[in-house]
Nanobody
């Protein structure tokens, strides 16, 4: 019942920045933790950042110090600010709950980092 709509992806050069947005709708009061995931073709899905409803954040080692998760009203709009992007950051980025309670995903937004 919770829906996620990701946006903000694009093509950037290595070292550049990009800000992703995730609009969350539905029974958002039921969400405890929201995260950003990414997946490249043929690779496993990776959780890169998460935020709980108290504002506490955690990051994967691969993005720590470069990415920041933020939000407006709790579980309404979630952002992923990405700096110092690397080609290995290239993937489709999704937002969803942590853990995944239901296997229901949005369209995702493509991030491509050129070298």
């Amino acid at each position: 019942q919770v829906e996620f709509v990701e946006s903000g992806g694009g093509l950037v050069q290595a070292g550049g920045s990009l800000r992703l947005s995730c609009a969350v709708s539905g029974p958002t009061a039921t969400i405890h933790i929201i995260g950003w995931y990414r997946q490249a073709p043929g690779k496993q899905r990776e959780l890169v950042a998460r935020m709980d409803n108290a504002g506490r954040t955690m990051y994967a080692d691969s993005v720590k110090g470069r990415f920041t998760i933020d939000r407006d009203n709790p579980q309404d709009t979630v952002y992923l600010q990405m700096h110092y992007l690397k080609p290995e950051d290239t993937a489709v980025y999704y937002c969803n709950t942590v853990p995944i309670w239901y296997d229901h995903w949005g369209q995702g937004t493509q991030v491509t980092v050129s070298s």
